[in-house]
């Protein structure tokens, strides 16, 4: 190559087997006709020079030169020099030799993406007018999470929608945009082996068992108190609405913040304004929250959405009650739980919820209780800055919860039944930008398409415990959850979760196995009074 040796490469033409004719769509050879030279290596260069321009329509001729040459095969000599090939800014350097230039041809390699880090390898994408004047993003962690509120929504929307990816020299590659859906968020309902024997320490109580929320957490300061009206502020905790909603029940030994929605959740904290009035054997809460800063240098914040929430409640602790909750909420960077990172990132949104909700208590006898939640939403979301999600509207989401427990059966015990479907989104819009193919200058332009969030499966989780107390120090518990359509994907297949616990004095030993990850777990534990 001597002087050409930075635009030179190798072509082996050695021993070619010469062409003769075609035969029903298939070339044939003679092997015993074969040839060498420059002659025979052009063809070969330029039938690939020809698939290059087919797969790279943008780029110019001196960007087809530039691929092949910083893509050939150099790995059979030691280089003396290097070249360093850019396009649109983007540049690879790759080494030649004043013999064999670049090396070998691998047109192969020139049709891949072609990186500092091997072939193939991660891709870049690019958000802005131009290649030149935007900020690389890593293709490999640009992802969306959706919560388990969306099931396979996202990802089954998304299944067909291309977008553009970028390798080191400016080569564009079409991408499935699915495969930025991580599904990782599809964990199963599960039985907690230590809360479940911590239950055991308590004994079962009968009759009306009810614990209505009076004195509220983390109450910060009560701006005024009088028979019927009480103003506090809390800090670190939910409202008062939220608070009695969740905390407010005929039967204890039902954990209703179990059946929290993603919007609706008993811990999102901040600082809090809340009023309690009394109106007979009704009762009315209004409650406003906001995240406060709490250090200036760290930027760290106590509580997580901003809100305003009303409830009225009817009834008591010991007859039938019935709870009516409504109010919006706020959430920055995620939507409804779902999270994304660098090119689908949701940071800078802010996702604005409408909800209500009712929660229902019936005494049907003196050792049975009915207990049945639903919610019913509205949810819209902003624009993030730089993202390829561009908004969501009118994205509409559900849960219901019926449970169901009689005590006293065979004395000394309880048995409930529960169904559920945890929240589940049923339709709106999510719009996202899908990039265009580069033109040659670099440039990019975009195109818009909505998804349909609709999942194809709706989850339920049924489930039903016993327990019975043999006497003071002796007890027993099983519970096993049963879960159809997981992440409402309606392929999915059941998945269950069991327990069993017994306790004798002051020792506990429990055991859990769950189907989704064949785990298994024991906990044994034994206190001791000094």
């Known amino acids: 190559c001597g002087s050409t040796k930075e635009y030179c490469l190798s072509v082996d033409g050695w021993d070619v087997y010469a062409a003769t004719y075609v035969d029903s769509g298939v070339s044939k050879y003679n092997t015993s006709r074969t ?11 330029s039938g690939g020079v020809a698939l290059m321009a087919q797969a790279f329509p943008n780029h110019t001729p001196e960007q087809l030169v530039d691929r092949i040459l910083a893509s050939a095969n150099n790995v ?3 280089p003396e020099g290097n070249t360093t090939f850019t396009t649109h800014g983007n540049s690879i350097t790759h080494g030649y030799h004043s013999t064999w230039g670049q090396g070998v041809p691998d047109f192969y390699a020139a049709l891949s993406p072609i990186t500092s880090n091997g072939n193939p390898a991660s891709m870049a994408l690019y958000m802005g007018n131009s290649i030149q004047s935007s900020e690389a993003v890593d293709l490999g962690s640009s992802f969306i999470t959706p919560s388990s509120s969306f099931g396979n929504a996202i990802s089954q929307g998304m299944i067909g929608e291309v977008g553009y990816a970028y390798d080191a020299l400016s080569g564009g590659f079409r991408y499935d945009m699915s495969t930025r859906v991580n599904m ?11 809360s479940e024997l911590s239950k055991l320490d308590n004994q079962l109580k009968f009759g009306n068992n009810a614990d209505w929320k009076k004195n509220f957490n983390k109450v910060l300061s009560t701006l005024s108190k009088t028979d019927t009206l009480e103003t506090t502020v809390t800090l670190g905790s939910s409202s008062l609405p939220v608070q009695s909603f969740f905390g407010s029940n005929s039967d204890s030994e039902i954990i209703l913040s179990d059946f929290q929605a993603p919007y609706l959740e008993v811990g999102e904290g901040g600082i809090g304004l809340s009023a309690n009035y009394q109106l007979g054997k009704s009762r009315l809460l209004i409650g406003a929250t906001t995240p406060i800063l709490v250090n200036n240098l760290t930027k760290s914040e106590v509580g997580s959405r901003k809100s305003l929430i009303a409830s009225l409640e009817y009834g008591g602790s010991s007859e039938s009650a019935l709870t009516l909750l409504a109010g919006v909420t706020q959430d920055e960077d995620s939507l409804l739980g779902s999270t994304g990172s660098d090119a689908y990132s949701m940071i800078g949104s802010k996702s604005n919820t409408t909800f209500a909700a009712i929660k229902a208590q019936n005494y049907l006898a003196s050792d049975l209780t009915l207990t049945g939640i639903a919610t019913v939403a509205k949810t819209d979301m902003s624009s993030p800055t ?39 989104v049923n339709g709106g819009d999510m719009s996202i930008r899908l990039s265009n193919l580069a033109e040659a200058d670099g440039s990019l332009s975009y195109r818009d398409s909505n998804i349909d969030l609709s999942p194809s499966g709706r989850q339920m989780v049924y489930g039903f415990s016993y327990r019975k107390d043999l006497d003071k120090t002796i007890g027993f518990s099983v519970k096993h959850l049963l879960t159809s359509n997981l992440n409402h994907n309606q392929d999915s297949a059941l998945v269950s979760s069991s327990y069993i616990g017994l306790k004798f004095k002051d020792l506990k030993i429990g055991y859990n196995i769950n189907s989704q990850d064949s785990s298994q777990n024991t906990h044994l534990s034994y206190k001791h009074n000094f």
């Open 76 to 78: 059979w000599f030691t």
């Open 386 to 424: 730089d993202s390829f999600i561009n908004s969501a509207n009118n994205v509409k989401s559900s849960s219901m919860s019926l449970i169901a427990t009689q005590k006293n059966i065979m004395g000394d015990d309880s048995f409930s039944i529960s169904i559920s479907q945890p929240n589940r």
């Open 184 to 194: 990782s968020n599809n964990k199963a309902p599960t039985v907690s082996l230590p």
């Open 35 to 45: 040839s060498y030279g420059s002659s025979w290596s052009a063809p070969m260069v």
